[in-house]
């Protein structure tokens, strides 16, 4: 009886040595999981930012960010300068299609590449000088009309301005003083 107790408590042993290793096994198997799903969305989360500050669905900022890229990808290329024509883009094969170019938000068709040069959707604002991409944000490219999208680059990103028409501006000074001079006047009486 002994021998069969001592069988049982082997088996016992071995079953407890299986159930452990198992249980380790799917611990594992869980945490890392759980790490990969981690570390994908530290992946996914910073390219959601892209657009940072650009209204929803908006046709400009998503063509105009395809350009920055490719004019940060120009610059690594080519010794950190950009390109002085923002046709070379398009010349160089690097931007394929004219479209790119073209917002459906802004009036007028790209059709050819003196119409990419001429400014005829986006504006670019380094056109004709040799310029190094650095450190501090440079006003690159805009859009074509007053209160338009500016899309500025460095090294580290690709952020975006949404300006306001400047007599809008000027008349929400003018509006602020005139209501700051009345309060005035009125907390005078």
Same mark, same amino acid.
Request: without cysteine; proline residues 3%; charged residues 30%.
């Given at each position: 009886m002994t021998e069969d107790n001592d069988a049982e408590i082997d088996e016992e042993k071995k079953n407890l040595k299986r159930t452990r290793r198992n249980f380790i096994l799917i611990f594992l198997l869980v945490t890392g999981l759980f790490c990969m799903i981690a570390l994908s969305l530290l992946l996914i989360l910073p390219s959601t930012e892209k657009l940072k500050g650009a209204p929803a669905n908006s046709d400009s900022a998503a063509k105009m960010y395809g350009i920055g890229y490719y004019l940060?990808?120009? *610059? #690594?290329?080519?010794?950190? !300068? !950009? @390109?002085?024509?923002? *046709?070379?883009?398009?010349? $160089?094969?690097?931007?394929?299609?004219?479209? $790119? !170019?073209? %917002?459906?938000?802004? @009036?007028?068709? +790209? %059709?050819? +590449?003196?119409?990419?040069? *001429?400014?005829?959707?986006?504006?670019?604002?380094?056109?004709?000088?040799? #310029?190094?991409?650095s450190d501090e944000k440079l006003a690159v490219l805009a859009e074509n009309k007053e209160d338009g999208i500016t899309m500025y680059i460095c090294k580290k990103e690709i952020s975006f301005d949404f300006k306001r028409k400047p007599e809008s501006i000027n008349k929400d000074m003018k509006s602020d003083e005139q209501k700051n001079t009345s309060s005035a006047d009125n907390s005078g009486k």
């Open positions: 940060i990808y120009y *610059s #690594v290329k080519h010794n950190e !300068f !950009f @390109p002085e024509n923002l *046709s070379e883009l398009y010349k $160089t094969g690097l931007i394929k299609g004219l479209d $790119t !170019f073209d %917002s459906n938000e802004l @009036p007028g068709k +790209v %059709s050819n +590449v003196e119409d990419i040069d *001429s400014g005829l959707d986006f504006k670019y604002l380094i056109a004709g000088r040799k #310029v190094k991409i």
